[in-house]
C-alpha cells in the first residue's frame, strides 16, 4: 500500500497542471486581490455619499432618518450627506448624477442606484445592516442588559465592521480589515478545488470511465482500498498546496487570519478533504463523460463561491440572512464562515458549530462512496 | 492425457437495450492454447472480454476460468489474469519503470520480487533504453509495448489482448506478435481479439469467428478454411481478349473469375487441380502469361462464405 500511494503522490506531483491550479493560480489571484484592494478597507479614502430620502408617511423614519444623518465613518466623516425631498426631485436628482442613489423611507426602505460602483455599495450596505439592525436588536438589548440600544453606534459598527458584534473581538486583537472576506473565499475555494483531484480518482478507479479504470478494476487489489490510498495520497499534496497558500497569503501578502492559526489550518483541512470527497463522488455517481462531470463540478464550485462572496460579499450576507438553508449545502460558505468567525470573534462558537456542519458534511460523503464501493458498481460499463 | 480448460463460456447472453452484443455463445479455451477471437469491429468480441473480466455484468451464462467460476470479487482468479487493453492504460506522470512497477504492485505485495519482475517485463518488450522514459516521449509502438509490459509484469497465467496492434507500425506489430508466440512458449494460455485475420492465421492455434454476437466458425485455421468450398484464388498476369474470358467463364469450373487491368483472378472451387486446369486452358488458348501465382483460401474467405461480407 505504501508502494501505491508514493507512487500516486509522485503521479500527482508532476501533474503540473493540476498543481498550478490548485496552488498557483490561488497565488496568482491573491497577489491581484492584494493590489486591487489595497485601498478598499481604509476609511481615508471613502467620501461623504450624497444621497436623498423620500418619505412615504409610513414605518420609523424617524429612526432611519437620524440613523443617516448621524451614521459615520471610522475617522467621524458622515457617511451620507442626505437631502430630504419628494420623488419626483429625487430622481431627477439620480438622473443628472446629484445623488449615488435615493432612499424610499417605509416599513421596508428601499435604495434606488444607478450603478455599482464603492459609493453605492457603501449605501447598499448601509441600508442592509439597518433592515438587519431591527432583527438583532433583541440580542444586542440582551447583551447590554436591558440599556437603551443605541441604534446610531450600532450602526457605525456595522458599517466599519461588518458585524454589530465587533465588541467581541478584543481577545482576537486582529486589524479588522474588510477586504478579507476576497482572501477567505478565495482560500475556501482553494480547498474546495480540491475537487477536481477528487474527481480524477473517482475517474482512474471507473472501468467504465477510463481505461486505467478498466485495469486497476481487473487486478486482484481491493478497490476500496486503492481508492482510499489515492485520495489520501491527494488529500497530503493538496492540503500542502492549501498550506502554502496561507503561508504565502499570511507572510507575503500579510493577510491577517487572526491569532488562532492552528485553527485556520484544521478548517482548511477538513475543506480540502471535502472537495475531494465530493469530486470523487460526482465521478462515481453522476452519469455522463468525464467532460460533463469536469462541467458540473467546475459550475457547482463557482456557485458556491459566487454565494459565498468571493465575487460579490454582500451575497454571503444576503445568502445567511434569506436562505439560510442553503448555507448548510455549501461547503465554501461554511468554509469562510469559520474563518470570519475565527477573524471577528474571540470565541469558538461559531467556528465550533460551521466546523461541525463541515464534518458531518465529510462524513456524509465518505459514507456514499463506502457504500458505492461496497455495491461494485465502480467496474461495470 | 486431457488436456485442461482454462477458459469456459457457457450461454453467455448480453444486451444493451435492444442491441443483443452476445447471443448465448458457448467458448471452450484450453490451457496452453493461443485463442483467437476474430471479428469485424462491434462484432461483440471486446463485450465477450469485459465479460469474462467481470467488467461487464451479463444477463445470462456462465463462465468459469481455470475451473473455477469468475466473479468481480475472485481475487485468487484475478491473481491469473493479466489484461492488455485496446485503449493505453498507463499514466502520463510516470516513467516507464513506474508504470510497470505500479501495475505490478497491485498484483504482486513483496516489493522485491516486484522490482525483479519489473525489470523482467522491461527486458521482455525490449523498453531497456527507455526506462526512465515518459510516456508522451515513446512513439506509438513503444506505448503499446509498454502498455503490454503493465499488462504481463506479474507473469499471469491467463494472458487477454484485446486488439493490442491497433495503429501500430508494421516492426513494432512484429515484435508485439513475437512477444505473444512467447509469451505462449512460456506456458501461458493466450486469448487474442483483432479484426486482423493476418495476425490471427499466424500465432493462433484455434479460432473463433464472431459476427453480430455469435460465433459463426470455430476451429484452427486449416479446419476453418477446408470447412467452406473454396479452393485457391489463382492470379495471371496476362493479355488475355474477351472471347477467351467468355469461354472461362462458361466452362463453370470456377467459383469467380475478374479480368482487370490485365490481371485474371479466379477464384477456384474446392476441388484438385484448379491450378494446372487453368495453365492447360490458357497453354491450349494460346494465352502468354507473365506471371501465375495462387493463394490459400484465407480466414476472409472463409468469413465472406459464411456472412456474406469482408472481415473489414
Given at each position: 500500500m505504501l508502494t501505491l500511494f508514493s507512487t500516486k503522490i509522485k503521479c500527482l506531483y508532476r501533474d503540473r497542471q493540476s498543481l498550478f491550479w490548485a496552488l498557483l493560480f490561488p497565488i496568482f489571484l491573491a497577489i491581484i486581490y492584494h493590489y486591487a484592494f489595497a485601498d478598499l478597507g481604509k476609511a481615508d479614502v471613502l467620501k461623504t455619499i450624497d444621497i436623498a430620502a423620500v418619505s412615504t408617511g409610513s414605518g420609523n423614519e424617524a429612526t432611519l432618518k437620524q440613523t443617516l444623518q448621524d451614521t459615520a465613518f471610522e475617522n467621524g466623516l458622515p457617511i451620507f450627506n442626505v437631502v430630504f425631498v419628494d420623488k419626483a426631485e429625487a430622481e431627477w436628482l439620480l438622473d443628472h448624477n446629484k445623488v449615488t442613489g435615493y432612499i424610499v423611507m417605509g416599513e421596508v426602505p428601499e435604495l434606488i442606484v444607478k450603478g455599482s460602483d464603492i459609493k453605492a455599495t457603501i449605501a447598499k450596505n448601509v441600508l442592509n445592516s439597518y433592515r438587519q439592525m431591527h432583527g438583532v436588536a433583541d440580542i444586542i438589548a440582551e447583551e447590554t442588559r436591558g440599556e437603551a440600544v443605541n441604534y446610531n453606534a450600532v450602526m457605525n459598527d456595522m458599517v466599519d465592521r461588518e458585524y454589530y458584534l465587533k465588541n467581541r473581538k478584543e481577545a482576537s486583537g486582529a486589524n479588522m480589515d474588510y477586504t478579507v472576506i476576497y482572501f477567505y473565499a478565495l482560500l475556501a475555494m482553494v480547498c474546495i478545488y480540491g475537487g477536481n483531484w477528487g474527481l480524477r480518482e473517482g475517474i482512474d478507479i471507473s472501468a467504465s470511465l477510463s481505461a486505467r479504470g478498466a485495469r486497476v478494476n481487473i487486478s486482484p487489489y481491493s478497490m476500496e482500498k486503492l481508492l482510499?490510498?489515492?485520495?489520501?495520497?491527494?488529500?497530503?499534496?493538496?492540503?500542502?498546496?492549501?498550506?502554502?497558500?496561507?503561508?504565502?497569503?499570511?507572510?507575503?501578502?500579510?493577510?491577517?487570519?487572526?491569532?488562532?492559526?492552528?485553527?485556520?489550518?484544521?478548517?482548511?483541512?477538513?475543506?480540502?478533504?471535502?472537495?475531494?470527497?465530493?469530486?470523487?463522488?460526482?465521478?462515481?455517481?453522476?452519469?455522463?463523460?468525464?467532460?460533463?462531470?469536469?462541467?458540473?463540478?467546475?459550475?457547482?464550485?463557482?456557485?458556491?463561491?459566487?454565494?459565498?462572496?468571493?465575487?460579490?460579499?454582500?451575497?454571503?450576507?444576503?445568502?445567511?440572512?434569506?436562505?439560510?438553508?442553503?448555507?448548510?449545502?455549501?461547503?465554501?460558505?461554511?468554509?469562510?464562515?469559520?474563518?470570519?468567525?475565527?477573524?471577528?470573534?474571540?470565541?469558538?462558537?461559531?467556528?465550533?458549530?460551521?466546523?461541525?456542519?463541515?464534518?458531518?458534511?465529510?462524513?456524509?460523503?465518505?459514507?456514499?462512496?463506502?457504500?458505492?464501493?461496497?455495491?461494485?458498481?465502480?467496474?461495470?460499463? | 492425457m486431457e488436456e485442461k480448460t482454462a477458459v469456459d463460456i457457457r450461454g453467455l447472453y448480453k444486451q444493451y437495450g435492444n442491441l443483443v452484443a452476445v447471443n448465448g455463445i458457448d467458448l471452450k479455451i484450453k490451457e496452453g492454447e493461443v485463442f483467437g477471437l476474430l471479428g469485424p469491429n462491434g462484432s461483440g468480441k471486446s463485450t465477450i472480454i469485459n465479460c469474462l473480466l467481470s467488467l461487464v455484468r451479463y444477463d445470462r451464462g456462465t463462465i468459469n476460468i481455470f475451473?473455477?467460476?469468475?466473479?468481480?470479487?475472485?481475487?485468487?482468479?484475478?491473481?491469473?489474469?493479466?489484461?492488455?487493453?485496446?485503449?493505453?492504460?498507463?499514466?502520463?506522470?510516470?516513467?516507464?519503470?513506474?508504470?510497470?512497477?505500479?501495475?505490478?504492485?497491485?498484483?504482486?505485495?513483496?516489493?522485491?520480487?516486484?522490482?525483479?519482475?519489473?525489470?523482467?517485463?522491461?527486458?521482455?518488450?525490449?523498453?531497456?533504453?527507455?526506462?526512465?522514459?515518459?510516456?508522451?516521449?515513446?512513439?506509438?509502438?513503444?506505448?503499446?509495448?509498454?502498455?503490454?509490459?503493465?499488462?504481463?509484469?506479474?507473469?499471469?497465467?491467463?494472458?487477454?489482448?484485446?486488439?493490442?496492434?491497433?495503429?501500430?507500425?508494421?516492426?513494432?506489430?512484429?515484435?508485439?506478435?513475437?512477444?505473444?508466440?512467447?509469451?505462449?512458449?512460456?506456458?501461458?494460455?493466450?486469448?487474442?481479439?483483432?479484426?486482423?485475420?493476418?495476425?490471427?492465421?499466424?500465432?493462433?492455434?484455434?479460432?473463433?469467428?464472431?459476427?453480430?454476437?455469435?460465433?459463426?466458425?470455430?476451429?484452427?485455421?486449416?479446419?476453418?478454411?477446408?470447412?467452406?468450398?473454396?479452393?485457391?484464388?489463382?492470379?495471371?498476369?496476362?493479355?488475355?481478349?474477351?472471347?477467351?474470358?467468355?469461354?472461362?467463364?462458361?466452362?463453370?469450373?470456377?467459383?469467380?473469375?475478374?479480368?482487370?487491368?490485365?490481371?485474371?483472378?479466379?477464384?477456384?472451387?474446392?476441388?484438385?487441380?484448379?491450378?494446372?486446369?487453368?495453365?492447360?486452358?490458357?497453354?491450349?488458348?494460346?494465352?502468354?502469361?507473365?506471371?501465375?501465382?495462387?493463394?490459400?483460401?484465407?480466414?476472409?474467405?472463409?468469413?465472406?462464405?459464411?456472412?456474406?461480407?469482408?472481415?473489414?
Amino acid at each position: 500500500m505504501l508502494t501505491l500511494f508514493s507512487t500516486k503522490i509522485k503521479c500527482l506531483y508532476r501533474d503540473r497542471q493540476s498543481l498550478f491550479w490548485a496552488l498557483l493560480f490561488p497565488i496568482f489571484l491573491a497577489i491581484i486581490y492584494h493590489y486591487a484592494f489595497a485601498d478598499l478597507g481604509k476609511a481615508d479614502v471613502l467620501k461623504t455619499i450624497d444621497i436623498a430620502a423620500v418619505s412615504t408617511g409610513s414605518g420609523n423614519e424617524a429612526t432611519l432618518k437620524q440613523t443617516l444623518q448621524d451614521t459615520a465613518f471610522e475617522n467621524g466623516l458622515p457617511i451620507f450627506n442626505v437631502v430630504f425631498v419628494d420623488k419626483a426631485e429625487a430622481e431627477w436628482l439620480l438622473d443628472h448624477n446629484k445623488v449615488t442613489g435615493y432612499i424610499v423611507m417605509g416599513e421596508v426602505p428601499e435604495l434606488i442606484v444607478k450603478g455599482s460602483d464603492i459609493k453605492a455599495t457603501i449605501a447598499k450596505n448601509v441600508l442592509n445592516s439597518y433592515r438587519q439592525m431591527h432583527g438583532v436588536a433583541d440580542i444586542i438589548a440582551e447583551e447590554t442588559r436591558g440599556e437603551a440600544v443605541n441604534y446610531n453606534a450600532v450602526m457605525n459598527d456595522m458599517v466599519d465592521r461588518e458585524y454589530y458584534l465587533k465588541n467581541r473581538k478584543e481577545a482576537s486583537g486582529a486589524n479588522m480589515d474588510y477586504t478579507v472576506i476576497y482572501f477567505y473565499a478565495l482560500l475556501a475555494m482553494v480547498c474546495i478545488y480540491g475537487g477536481n483531484w477528487g474527481l480524477r480518482e473517482g475517474i482512474d478507479i471507473s472501468a467504465s470511465l477510463s481505461a486505467r479504470g478498466a485495469r486497476v478494476n481487473i487486478s486482484p487489489y481491493s478497490m476500496e482500498k486503492l481508492l482510499f490510498c489515492n485520495l489520501s495520497a491527494s488529500l497530503a499534496l493538496h492540503f500542502t498546496g492549501v498550506l502554502l497558500v496561507i503561508v504565502f497569503m499570511s507572510n507575503v501578502l500579510k493577510i491577517d487570519f487572526g491569532t488562532q492559526l492552528p485553527y485556520v489550518i484544521c478548517v482548511c483541512f477538513v475543506g480540502s478533504m471535502i472537495g475531494i470527497l465530493f469530486g470523487c463522488l460526482t465521478a462515481l455517481l453522476m452519469k455522463g463523460t468525464e467532460k460533463k462531470k469536469d462541467a458540473f463540478l467546475t459550475c457547482i464550485t463557482l456557485i458556491w463561491g459566487f454565494l459565498a462572496g468571493l465575487m460579490i460579499p454582500s451575497i454571503k450576507y444576503i445568502v445567511a440572512s434569506k436562505f439560510s438553508a442553503l448555507t448548510f449545502v455549501n461547503p465554501v460558505h461554511l468554509i469562510t464562515d469559520c474563518l470570519y468567525s475565527l477573524y471577528y470573534y474571540s470565541d469558538l462558537s461559531q467556528y465550533a458549530h460551521n466546523m461541525i456542519v463541515l464534518i458531518i458534511t465529510a462524513v456524509i460523503l465518505c459514507g456514499m462512496i463506502v457504500m458505492y464501493m461496497r455495491r461494485g458498481r465502480h467496474g461495470s460499463f | 492425457m486431457e488436456e485442461k480448460t482454462a477458459v469456459d463460456i457457457r450461454g453467455l447472453y448480453k444486451q444493451y437495450g435492444n442491441l443483443v452484443a452476445v447471443n448465448g455463445i458457448d467458448l471452450k479455451i484450453k490451457e496452453g492454447e493461443v485463442f483467437g477471437l476474430l471479428g469485424p469491429n462491434g462484432s461483440g468480441k471486446s463485450t465477450i472480454i469485459n465479460c469474462l473480466l467481470s467488467l461487464v455484468r451479463y444477463d445470462r451464462g456462465t463462465i468459469n476460468i481455470f475451473g473455477s467460476t469468475m466473479k468481480e470479487s475472485e481475487v485468487a482468479i484475478k491473481r491469473k489474469i493479466g489484461v492488455i487493453m485496446q485503449e493505453v492504460a498507463v499514466f502520463e506522470e510516470l516513467t516507464v519503470y513506474e508504470n510497470i512497477e505500479y501495475f505490478c504492485s497491485l498484483y504482486v505485495k513483496d516489493r522485491k520480487k516486484v522490482k525483479d519482475l519489473t525489470e523482467d517485463a522491461i527486458s521482455f518488450v525490449s523498453l531497456e533504453d527507455f526506462k526512465i522514459f515518459y510516456p508522451q516521449k515513446l512513439s506509438g509502438g513503444l506505448l503499446r509495448r509498454l502498455n503490454i509490459a503493465c499488462g504481463i509484469a506479474h507473469r499471469p497465467k491467463l494472458i487477454i489482448l484485446d486488439e493490442p496492434t491497433v495503429a501500430v507500425d508494421p516492426q513494432s506489430r512484429n515484435k508485439i506478435l513475437k512477444g505473444i508466440q512467447k509469451l505462449n512458449e512460456q506456458g501461458a494460455t493466450i486469448i487474442y481479439t483483432t479484426h486482423y485475420m493476418e495476425e490471427v492465421e499466424q500465432i493462433c492455434n484455434n479460432i473463433a469467428i464472431i459476427d453480430k454476437g455469435n460465433v459463426v466458425a470455430l476451429g484452427t485455421k486449416k479446419t476453418l478454411t477446408d470447412s467452406i468450398n473454396m479452393g485457391e484464388t489463382i492470379v495471371v498476369e496476362a493479355q488475355i481478349n474477351h472471347a477467351v474470358i467468355n469461354k472461362l467463364k462458361s466452362s463453370g469450373k470456377y467459383r469467380s473469375i475478374e479480368y482487370f487491368d490485365n490481371v485474371l483472378k479466379v477464384k477456384a472451387k474446392k476441388e484438385s487441380n484448379s491450378f494446372i486446369g487453368l495453365i492447360d486452358f490458357l497453354q491450349q488458348n494460346n494465352v502468354a502469361f507473365h506471371k501465375i501465382y495462387f493463394d490459400m483460401p484465407t480466414l476472409n474467405d472463409v468469413f465472406l462464405e459464411i456472412t456474406g461480407k469482408e472481415l473489414r
